[in-house]
């Protein structure tokens, strides 16, 4: 454990482990827990009773291994310093989700102790260092008894709630001989699986994504399908150079598909989610405004959302035109408008939205199709 440097008295101390005491952290002479039942009859398993998911971060990162992928230097170490030290405290992970506090092991594997300290002493800010957050720089591979030095230590801290692996491709080891990239990166995910399941802890394997882009998200992460079908999770974290707001993509299989807007303060080394739907943080700044009136008066005219919003009205009927033919939003009789999925103004006729009837609150007798 390192000392608080010297013209630093009020650092505190930190629970860091270097090169030369990793194992010391990491080793344990545990026996694993008793095999875990995996069969059962049809009868038997509608009969039981399930506890529910344990949550690291409800809504986000729930028991079992969850990828959490993205771009180099785009905060994704960052983001995971910052949650182990949420979740360590028990507090408000993107400043704004409450958790349950526990103690947090993360493998740092690309960091040395001096750079854990910067950067810990930032995400801290006047907070105190939680004891229960240990820090590792260095971990054996997976297939090497990496997996058993991680299982000794949740032996030793059986309340634990997350393992943190930073990067992933440190510790995956090689693959088999002969075996092919898809059963390598499944093989070397479900290595992890194995642990997370057997503690009922969450794993986040920290992971990059393919430079070329793409629509869906899940064909970002690098590697081969494997790595996202052994997970339980994958979260895909977006954000343009130079930029302070984010994207955080996430779906599985206890977890909810959805999408995040966050904001990285660079002095405070912190993500913090923002207010609204992620879809208002990636369009501009007249077309969030009209969402967000439209999701409280849903059926306005493009004259009824300047006057709300305080905007001109041929700026407003321009880019509500604009929205329609994106699918940013549906209209209904006379020039109405809604956001896709709210239900029409109960009792008004749905008309054909035209050039020439748009904006005009009398309507028209030809049908939208």
């Known amino acids: 454990m390192s000392a608080a440097p010297a013209d630093r008295p009020d650092r505190p101390n930190l629970h860091v482990a270097g090169p030369d005491d990793a194992a010391e952290v990491l080793a344990g002479d545990q026996d694993r827990p008793a095999r875990i039942r995996t069969s059962w009859t049809a009868a038997d398993i509608m009969a039981m009773e399930f506890a529910p998911p344990k949550w690291a971060?409800?809504?986000?990162?729930?028991?079992?291994?969850?990828?959490?992928?993205?771009?180099?230097?785009?905060?994704?170490?960052?983001?995971?310093?910052?949650?182990?030290?949420?979740?360590?405290?028990?507090?408000?992970?993107?400043?704004?989700?409450?958790?349950?506090?526990?103690?947090?092991?993360?493998?740092a594997l690309e960091d040395t102790a001096r750079r854990l300290q910067n950067r810990l002493g930032k995400v801290l800010g006047q907070r105190k260092a939680p004891a229960g957050l240990t820090l590792a720089t260095e971990c054996p591979p997976l297939p090497q008894g990496g997996d058993q030095a991680i299982a000794a230590w949740l032996d030793r801290n059986p309340t634990a709630r997350m393992v943190i692996i930073d990067v992933f491709a440190k510790l995956r080891g090689n693959s088999a001989p002969g075996a092919s990239a898809y059963d390598a990166d499944y093989a070397a995910v479900g290595r992890a699986k194995k642990v997370a399941d057997d503690y009922g802890v969450a794993f986040v394997l920290v992971h990059h994504v393919r430079k070329a882009g793409s629509d869906d998200f899940l064909t970002e992460v690098s590697g081969t399908n494997g790595l996202a079908g052994a997970a339980d999770a994958t979260l895909v974290l977006k954000r343009a150079r130079n930029q302070g707001d984010g994207i955080l993509h996430i779906t599985g299989r206890d977890v909810d598909e959805a999408e995040y807007a966050l904001n990285f303060n660079a002095d405070l080394g912190a993500w913090q989610m923002l207010d609204g739907p992620a879809e208002d943080h990636q369009i501009g700044e007249t077309r969030a405004t009209i969402l967000r009136?439209?999701?409280?008066?849903?059926?306005?005219?493009?004259?009824?959302?300047?006057?709300?919003?305080?905007?001109?009205?041929?700026?407003?009927?321009?880019?509500?035109?604009?929205?329609?033919?994106?699918?940013?939003?549906?209209a209904d009789t006379g020039g109405r408008y809604r956001v896709p999925g709210v239900p029409p103004v109960p009792g008004v006729p749905q008309h054909a939205l035209t050039g020439e009837n748009e904006g005009d609150d009398r309507g028209t007798a030809e049908l939208w199709p």
């Open 57 to 107: 971060v409800p809504g986000v990162l729930s028991e079992g291994v969850n990828l959490l992928c993205g771009p180099p230097k785009v905060g994704k170490s960052w983001m995971s310093l910052g949650l182990g030290v949420d979740v360590a405290l028990g507090g408000k992970a993107f400043g704004s989700i409450p958790v349950d506090p526990g103690p947090v092991l993360y493998l």
């Open 293 to 330: 009136f439209l999701r409280t008066a849903p059926g306005s005219t493009p004259k009824v959302i300047a006057t709300g919003v305080g905007l001109s009205y041929d700026n407003v009927k321009r880019t509500c035109q604009r929205m329609l033919a994106d699918g940013q939003l549906a």
